[in-house]
């Protein structure tokens, strides 16, 4: 232990507040909340640890913390500052679905529509539902029984919609608010539950249509009553009083973490959602933060929250502004208790499967380390290089954060100075473009460089790095044999060739760094060729100029679908029927040459 931390550790406060674990190049690791941060943090270095905690004691180089006044604002803290800096070693809220919502709009003519994603826009949002084939389902429903408008924008005349009776046709009719309304409210009350008051309407419209002899109607009313009870009526109810809640359970085993939630809406289970993530903290102390960053993001907040005992009620409840409850006895208690049984059911399925993963990824990047004598390198980056006959010259980087492909770092570059194919020139640039940026704006810089090639191009990016104060960072090339298959890694260091058996996770991993990076360039190096192909050809039509190839290549992306589309589609692109006149000649005439068979 360092004595830079030895000291901070005598010196600090029996009080509640957060504490900011960092790593040696002074990045924020990891944040935690504590009731008394000097039991809490010492903690750390005192004792032994096993997994994702014994990693994250590893790392830290220093610390701070923030002494606060009560433990309800070392919660707010510790929320703000892990959304604010994202540590690697926090909850990664990973399993966070979008379930969808039926949603009533807020403009003067409302509309029915599906939502994935829950706004304060004015609208009354009603869910979630399970998958989206059953919210479609209801939708179509309630688009059947109630007649409100369908179209994205209101045409000029009254549409098939008006004339089936399922729209009120406000595009050439006044409709009064009073009339919408009365048809929201009735939806209201269909998605809350109350599905009686439409049976016994659908069952009288059924039975005065079957008098009247108009037997097709009255069989439409009879599909309606089965479509109810089909697609909403088959859920088991779980409470009878209708209020939408969620229900928390959770475990904790071998150095894993699960949280459970049940959704009940409209007083059924709906549906469920399973989290499951490495253990620092006690378990309690994680669930509460959990609870707290879930409804952070685009959870909507029920009417009540079932929490078991052991996570502080009254806390979370200050926190949440929400109604929280420990239930003691009843329906309640069990769903709770169901909730913490399922919670240890999913991590005794799933722990073993993310151990099997886990080797794969993170304990593979981990054995690399050891095998280059570096730290663990949880960022690498892989480039690679592609052309045709030195023409439309990329690169690519791709990001490997913890031994998993992390896409949202992925870059693409277009090769500037190098000319005729030249590898060792692209790949000059594209470091250095990459690293003066990172020098220069801040940027992440790699805890190891993947090269796709041998010594000559891993002897050029080292040379780059090094002119740019990037002395240590450490490069390794994938060299490949003759049947073109990865046989070692070259060590640009030292120069040191090393040969790894096919079998082991670390060579999996760099083959599967190797075949993303190749799989990323050679997809943008073809878009780009095609793109260019495709301009070329353009630029031949006589009143076809940049901005209308621009909006050419755009709109219809290859000739065939040019020369196939409608004339209805050029109108729109107010292109004048002359210059679609030329363009549909001169593509003809240039997919004729390609299909053309010449005699020999």
């Known amino acids: 232990m360092r004595q830079l931390i030895k000291d901070k550790l ?13 790593d040696y190049n002074n990045q924020i690791i990891y944040v935690g909340k504590a009731k008394r941060l000097k039991n809490r943090v010492k903690s750390y270095f005192t004792g032994s640890h096993n997994g994702k905690t014994a990693r994250l004691v590893r790392e830290i180089h220093d610390f701070e913390y923030i002494v606060t006044s009560t433990e309800l604002e070392s919660l707010i803290l510790e929320l703000n500052l892990i959304k604010k800096h994202d540590p690697k070693y926090n909850i990664m809220l990973t399993d966070d679905k979008h379930y969808p919502y039926i949603k009533i709009t807020s403009e003067r003519h409302p509309r029915l529509l599906i939502a994935r994603r829950f706004k304060k826009d004015g609208g009354k949002y009603f869910g979630p539902y399970p998958n989206a084939t059953a919210a479609n389902e209801t939708l179509r429903l309630l688009n059947k029984l109630y007649p409100l408008r369908k179209c994205h924008q209101i045409p000029p005349k009254v549409c098939l919609y008006y004339h089936i009776h399922q729209c009120l046709g406000p595009c050439e009719f006044k409709v009064d608010q009073e009339q919408y309304d009365f048809y929201t409210e009735k939806i209201s009350r269909f998605l809350k539950g109350d599905y009686n008051h439409v049976k016994k309407d659908l069952t009288q419209k059924m039975e005065d249509a079957a008098e009247s002899l108009e037997f097709e109607r009255a069989k439409e009313y009879r599909d309606l009553l089965r479509h109810i009870e089909a697609t909403v009526e088959k859920q088991k109810m779980a409470l009878n009083d209708g209020i939408d809640r969620d229900v928390f359970g959770y475990a904790q085993e071998n150095g894993y973490t699960c949280i459970q939630v049940f959704f009940i809406r409209q007083g059924k289970v709906i549906e469920r959602e399973v989290s499951i993530f490495d253990a620092i903290d006690a378990v309690e102390e994680e669930a509460l933060t959990f609870i707290g960053r879930f409804y952070q993001g685009e959870h909507l907040m029920p009417k009540e929250i079932l929490i078991p005992p052991q996570i502080d009620a009254e806390l979370l409840q200050s926190l949440l502004e929400c109604k929280v409850l420990v239930p003691k006895q009843g329906q309640k208690k069990e769903l709770v208790a169901l909730a913490m049984k399922n919670a240890g059911i999913a991590l005794n399925e799933k722990q073993q499967l993310m151990e099997i993963n886990e080797e794969r990824t993170l304990k593979a990047a ?13 960022r690498i980056e892989a480039y690679d290089n592609s052309h045709h006959q030195g023409q439309d010259s990329v690169s690519a980087m791709i990001v490997f954060t913890d031994g998993r492909p992390d896409k949202k770092q992925y870059r693409k570059y277009k090769i500037k100075t190098a000319e005729d194919g030249d590898d060792y020139q692209a790949m000059r640039e594209v470091i250095y473009r990459r690293y003066f940026r990172v020098l220069n704006e801040g940027l992440p810089a790699a805890d ?4 796709d090639g041998g010594a000559g191009q891993v002897n050029v990016v080292t040379e780059v790095l090094k002119t740019l104060g990037f002395h240590d960072l450490p490069v390794i090339g994938l060299v490949k044999d003759a049947r073109h298959v990865t046989s070692h890694i070259y060590d640009g ?14 060579f999996r991993l760099l083959s599967k760094i190797q075949e993303e990076v190749h799989r990323y360039v050679i997809g943008f190096h073809r878009n780009l060729s095609k ?3 495709l301009t070329s050809i353009l630029d031949e039509i006589p009143g076809v100029g940049p901005k209308r190839k621009t909006i050419l290549i755009r709109e219809f992306q290859t000739l065939e679908r040019m020369l196939e589309a409608p004339d209805e589609a050029y109108e729109k692109l107010r292109f004048p029927p002359a210059t679609v ?18 005699p020999h």
Do not use: W
Request: charge should be positive.
């Open 10 to 22: 005598s010196l600090l406060p029996m009080e509640p507040g957060c504490y900011l674990m960092k």
């Open 366 to 378: 981990e054995k690399l380390g050891t095998l280059l004598s570096i730290g663990i390198p949880h």
């Open 448 to 451: 190891l460089i993947v090269i």
């Open 493 to 506: 260091r030292d120069g040191e060739e090393i040969h790894l058996r096919k079998t082991t996770n670390v």
């Open 531 to 533: 793109k260019r192909n």
């Open 581 to 598: 006149a030329r363009i549909r000649i001169f593509l003809q005439e240039e997919i004729d040459k390609k299909t053309e068979i010449i």
